[in-house]
């Protein structure tokens, strides 16, 4: 029953950030995911994550289709609203939110499901329209909420729990935003928490769509022998190519990184992530480089993850493109709107 | 047909049918005739049939003079201008005995088009023009001129009237306002040298347009989404709601772009589908702004499953279903009224949706304002359910007026001190009693945050499987929903009030309904009349359904939805409505409504219906 809350009463020595808030100030409701659950892990990385921004919580809008996943959107930020909307449909869900208010953030909760079969189309023109949010995919292979079919993104010869073999082909969403044209491409493992948060931090704040892929292993239906997103598989498969971190604008930069094995990249509002290259050969900023090199990868049953692509540089986001105002539209007065009385009988003579 | 003996003289009372092949330029040829009419003060309603095809096919334009101002189609046709050979046969036969038919002579006039009750007349058309005028496409457009000069002779359309509107269209365009004139007075002329002009079916000037315009339902409803202060639209494009959006934009560019910055206080979003746009709705309206989505029944369909969500997590959100010919795919370019109850009930579960019915293009201005004031009040879906007809075709109607005054209301939105005021806010709880909860916005205040789900909830917004909580939410929903009858327009009535006989009807077969009457009044059949403008239905629709003996319903469809509609939310006994129904994609003519009523009052003369 994910409306029991948990208590609130903040220990006075545990640490605050900018805004005097503790974690436990971005944590929501009880989950009441299973046990042991990737995606509760996830849960956890956005917690530490917005805390880590001095995110106001008002300032986030949560929003998710259906299905376990979708249902931890109830889990972190509870001073955020929150959107359960229907399955597969969070996109438009958040691209007319960020219609309304291009001031908010937004991050959107989905499975491998919600995502890749049924919000498929979906996924893919919240892409294209390059809508400013931060969209995580909790993958696990499966559907977990009805117990264990196969999604669109279990491998060839994925063993389902009750023996059957899935035969065809993945899709991989980080191919398909790389091919579209996203501008920040991730992809983590939900028991990789040191790598997660930064990656949530600095989605979070890149402007545009920014697309995290997190392996979630599902324990109930998804963590035995034959299933590659199982946590054994997902950990001996782990190929992190790039480390992630995330400095804050206020914060001094004195990340220990080499010359010429590091990258930083500058977010618009003027805070970077540090790339720390593990794979020398590895450029994140180049596409159609980093396509290759996943699909190459995938091949040999790798999963890369890190930054895998970032474009700083892109002006193709819906409100850049749009020429929005930039008070957002939900705010603006009803004089500015309404064009009067005078307007429109000047407006009919072309009617007469 | 009795009616025709009064009409002896048919002067501004009469209607031409142009037949003409799509994509060959007719429609300003026929625009410019109807608005000539217009302009010299006499009233006329235009219908448009044209097919779900780009170019090649048959198309008709139907303008009706009608000195009694009335609004429907008039189901006979006096004059046709026969411009499509591959339809003579067909347009041949339309012609009322008595009436006349137009053709082109330059090839020889076929059997096809031998009628011996009829006047037919020759115009070597496409020789005039081709020996006037240079370069194919241009001819092809010319000759359209050409007719509407020889139509202008022919009923006498004041030419002044016509150079004017010729010169307004043509401002910035000397050279083809030259080529337009030259082909108007080659039509002009020829007939009055070569014809007996005018015909007796003539116009003359009236003073009847004055604070009128010819304005399409779409257009309106587009501006009405600017005046109420919509600021998001999405939208997939379908017939026939395409030109609502269209018109939108265009009215943003021009009242809602920043003179210097060139930034828009608008955004139309073009989605990937209609599942898509209804869902930027909500996602819009839930974050505070006047979202609407237009469509058209296969657009209402796709949106089903996100109306529930909307219905249940009391989203507010705005659509228009310009409702054309079903089922499936139908006749895309055709208009009937047969998603009523598709509206109404929307989506799977217990669910029930305020729906408008515009009649016209000015309801469609006001009533799109409305939508917005009644979504955010009750904090629910609304419904604009106009149809083809409505949307499409030019209405005359009454000037458009703007009160300065108004100001949207926004409903129970909780400010950032109202919520610092509150010990904690619950979202769904009913406050004051009126069924309607109070709602918060994102990014106002942390206090104000709350889960919106579609999953069961309790009132204070919590995810519930307990049967009393979930039933209490349902159960305030079913009392929201009779809240919105204090809310929703009210019917319009017409007649005495107290005949035994009465006439319900909706939307856009007002015109035809109100012409059924004075037709029957002068046939001293007495008959009330009610036009519901929404659902739900309020209680003058009850008090009316229990005050008349017998009822005609009357709509545009096979399966009688409003007579449905009506059966199962009010008291009334169903044998007491008794169904008029139109389903053949043509806007409802008068005959229909007063050939059903007379027929079924020779079946029941107990009832005392003549004065
Ligand atoms: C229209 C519709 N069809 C089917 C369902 C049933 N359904 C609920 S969740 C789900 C799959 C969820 O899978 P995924 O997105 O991978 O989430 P997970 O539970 O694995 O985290 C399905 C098919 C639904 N809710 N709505
Ligand atoms: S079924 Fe799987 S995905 Fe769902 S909560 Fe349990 S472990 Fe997580
Ligand atoms: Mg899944």
New interface residues.
Partial sequence: MSYINKPKVAHPSLPTNALGLTRRQYEGAMSTLCAGCGHDSVTAAIVEACWGIDLKPEQLAKLSGIGCSSKTTAYFVAGAHGFNSVHGRMPSIASGAAAANRELTYIGISGDGDSLSIGFGQLAHAIRRNINMLYIIENNGVYGLTKGQFSASADIGTKAKKGEVNLTPPIDPVLLALSLGATFVARSFSGDKQQLVPLIQAGLKHNGFALIDVLSPCVTFNDHEGSTRSYTFTREHYHPVIEADFVPKASEITVDYQEGQALSVELHDGSQVILRKLDASYDPTDRSAAYHFIETKIKNHEYVTGLIHIDESSTTEFHTLNKTTKVPLNRLPFEKLSPGNAALQKLQARWR | MPELARNADRTNDFAIKFANVNGTGSASANALIMKAI??MGIPVAGKNYFPSNIQGLPTWYEVRVTRDGYAARSGRIDILVAMNAETYQRDVREVISGGYLIYDSTWPRSMLLQREDITVIGVPLAKMVNETFDGVRNRILLKNIAYAGVIAALIDVDLNVIDALLKESYAKKPKLLDSNTKALRLGYDYAKANLSCPLPLKVTHLDKTAGH???DGNTAAG?GC???????G?WYPITPSTSLMDAFKSFCER??V?AE???????V?Q???E???????????????R?FTPTSGPGISLMN??IG?AYYAEVPAVIFDVARVGPSTGMPTRTQQSDILMCAYASHGDTRHVVLFPANPEECFYMAVQAFDLAERLQTPVFVLSDLDIGMNDWMCK??????A???DRGKVLSAEELNKLDKFYRYVDRDEDAIPYR????????????????GH?Q?????EDSADYQFVLDRLTRKFTTATRYVPKPVTLGRGNCEVGIISLGSCDGAVREALDVLSRQKIDVDYLRVKAFPFTSEVEAFLRDHKLIFVVEQNRDAQLRSLLTIETAVEKSKLESILSYSGFPMSADPIVNGIRAKLAETPRLSVIK
């Fill in positions: 217009f302009r315009i010819m304005i501006l600017v005046y109420a202060g919509a600021t998001v999405a009242f809602r920043d910055t060139g930034e828009r206080n608008y955004a979003i989605a990937e589908d599942l898509s746009a209804i869902g930027m709705v909500l996602g819009a309206s839930w974050n505070g702004a979202a499953e996100f969500l000037d458009l007026k703007w009160d300065d108004y100001r949207p918060t916005l994102p990014g106002v205040n942390p206090k104000g945050a709350y889960f919106t789900r579609g999953s309790n204070y917004g919590g995810y519930t």
